[in-house]
């Protein structure tokens, strides 16, 4: 599960540095896939950010590892961790309430939480995808599902490992 302290950041020098077990926990912190957090660091020692952030998002995840990734994840409107809290601040208490609604259809029919990288969107944003993404098949949902697991992590990333 999602730690709910915040992310300590690191530069990126110390971030290349610290030992495997402190940046591993960071990058799990990210994303809970220990393979997103092998292939991350085996990279290591990184020359930029961008090469980082290259790397962390080269990584396609398997369909396995979105389920158990996204069983970490709260619903959007709901109990938000300290780490989605910031990312999930674009739904009111009048979106939260739709969605809940939404989220049961959702549910439903793919057998899991609706996940969408919330930073920088609204809640009838979200909610509009939520609806757009219910026409998916369940295997391309979970495909999208997975892309947005990255992005969400590709953020919490940014947060963690600074210049």
């Known amino acids: 599960m999602l730690k709910e302290d915040p992310l300590v950041p690191l530069d990126l020098a110390g971030f290349n540095t610290t030992p495997v077990d402190q940046a591993a926990t960071l990058l799990a912190g990210c994303l809970e896939v220990p393979r997103w957090v092998d292939t991350v660091l085996d990279g290591r020692p990184y020359p930029s950010l961008a090469a980082l952030r290259a790397v962390a998002a080269g990584i396609t995840l398997t369909p ?87 992005e969400i992590a590709l953020l919490r990333l940014e947060k963690a490992v600074t210049a």
Do not use: K, W
């Open 64 to 150: 396995e590892e979105i389920r158990r990734a996204m069983a970490a994840h709260p619903r959007i409107g709901e109990r938000p961790t300290a780490l989605s809290r910031s990312e999930q601040s674009g739904v009111d208490s009048t979106a939260a309430d739709r969605f809940r609604a939404a989220n049961t259809e959702y549910e439903q029919r793919f057998g899991h939480v609706f996940l969408i990288r919330a930073a920088g969107r609204g809640g009838e944003e979200m909610l509009a995808a939520l609806r757009e993404r219910m026409g998916n098949d369940p295997e391309t949902e979970l495909a999208v599902a997975g892309r947005e697991l990255v």
